[in-house]
C-alpha cells in the first residue's frame, strides 16, 4: 500500500462549501493518483479523456460524490452561523 494520503489533514471537515469543493477535487486527484502511480502514463491518458466528453463526465461524477461526502461530513455548512 502506498503512502499516499487520501484524506489531506485525515479530515473532512472544512470551513465552507468552496473550501469542501476544492477537497472534494483534491481527493478526485489523490484517487486517480494511487490508481495509476506513474507520472508519464498519466499525462498520456489525460490527452485521451481531454478529447472524450463521457471520460469528462465521468470526472465530474467522481468529483461530485467526493463532495458529497464532504458536504455529509461538514452537516452540509448548516451548523455554521453565517449559512444560508
Known sequence: MS???L???NSLRTATPEEGRQLAVKMARLVIKLTQPDDEKRRQQRAIYAEN???LIAI??????EFATIAAANNYWRDRPDAN
Do not use: H, K
Open 7 to 9: 484524506v489531506p489533514g
Open 3 to 5: 503512502d499516499l494520503q
Open 53 to 55: 466528453p463521457m471520460m
Open 60 to 65: 465530474g461524477q467522481t468529483v461530485a460524490a
